[in-house]
């Protein structure tokens, strides 16, 4: 039995790091074979080594700082992309910049991005991407709201459709009404793009943060992202699991949700976290008191969505 106080340096721990460098690996192999192009080997074999990294520090550090892995993953890959990806080779990797490239029918930059992290990978780490490699959400994790005060308001949950839709007329009015097709040609286009996008998002992100007490309020009502998540997450190899012999109802995990699932529910239900709102950022994992919560590797999907609703009232309730 494992002292959670201690580090745990066991095959147990490099299992999932080795399996995910390994994915990136392979990635980066075929992308290079496919294409010739060097780069793929250094993208995803960094992108790779970070993410193996973090994960190693997420499952061998002592509990109460297992999220440390997590953060060093998330910077590690969303400076990255953001600065080096983003900035200084000139990828637009914002979702217009997705759509613009489905356009022009090159399956590189934001197109492998988008299907790699955010599209197709979600099959195997869920929405993964929102809590260890988000650029977006690296810089809101330093906001000092990290539990919500108050349940998810049901009436904002529209917002992230009507964002994603606007983005994707606004690439169609370029292409198709102002025939534009050149708009990618020169890369600085791409960075204006890039950046203004993401003053917006970050100025946004941290307004509904103060506003609502609650960091990942961006990400539950305004970021387009989870619509393509969501549909491929609900599969999701990876989730979160309450052992029901282990669980002894305290409420800390939900509680500390910071996407406000009612992950006992769930429990209560005999599934795993089936949640397409779930991040993966083991919050409940470290708070658990019994060790009941736990990542495990399955095939389950189910489509009833258990979250915590109630806006107004959860702020008066005893908190732990
Ligand atoms: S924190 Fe652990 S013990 Fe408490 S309710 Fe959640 S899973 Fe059960
Ligand atoms: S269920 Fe656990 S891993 Fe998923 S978002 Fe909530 S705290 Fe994070």
């Known amino acids: 039995m494992r002292d959670k106080n201690k580090w745990d340096i066991s095959f147990k721990t490099m299992k999932s790091p080795l399996m995910f460098a390994m994915v990136f690996y392979a990635i980066a192999i075929w992308r290079y074979l496919a294409t010739g192009y060097e780069f793929y080997l250094f993208n995803f074999g ?4 970070a993410l193996a990294v973090g994960l190693f520090f997420n499952n061998a550090l002592p ?4 999220t440390w892995g997590r953060r060093i993953a998330q910077l590690l890959v969303g400076s990255y992309l953001l600065i080096y990806v983003g900035f200084i080779l000139g990828e637009n990797l914002q979702i217009e910049g997705f759509f613009t490239y489905l356009l022009m029918g090159v399956f590189a930059g934001a197109t492998l991005h988008y299907f790699v992290a955010k599209i197709i990978g979600p099959l195997l780490f869920n929405r993964g991407w929102c809590s260890w490699a988000c650029w977006t959400a690296m810089v809101l994790d330093f906001l000092p709201w990290k539990k919500p005060l108050n349940g998810r308001l049901r009436s904002l949950g529209l917002i992230r459709y009507l964002h994603f839709f606007a983005s994707l007329g606004i690439v169609f009015y370029v292409w198709f009404i102002l025939q534009d097709r050149l708009i990618y040609a020169d890369k600085t286009m791409e960075v204006y793009w890039l950046l203004v996008g993401n003053v917006l998002y970050f100025a946004v992100g941290i307004f509904l943060g103060f506003v609502f007490k609650d960091n990942r309020a961006f990400c539950k009502y305004v970021c387009p992202i989870p619509v393509f998540q969501k549909i491929t997450s609900r599969y999701a190899i990876m989730k979160i699991e309450i052992d029901q012999e282990k669980c002894i109802d305290c409420g800390l995990c939900e509680k500390n949700c910071p996407m406000n699932i009612k992950l ?3 429990k209560d239900a005999n599934q795993r976290i089936c949640s397409t709102e779930c991040i993966l950022c083991t919050t409940c ?8 919560v736990s990542l495990t590797n399955k095939i389950d999907a189910y489509n009833k969505e258990h979250l915590d609703y109630s806006f107004l009232d959860r702020g008066n309730r005893k908190t732990f």
Not at 46 to 49: A, C, L, Q, R, V
Not at 285 to 292: F, L
């Open 285 to 292: 994992m470290e708070i658990c008191p019994k060790s009941a």
């Open 46 to 49: 960094y992108i790779g080594t």
């Open 63 to 66: 509990k109460r700082h297992s």
């Open 264 to 266: 006992l529910s769930y």
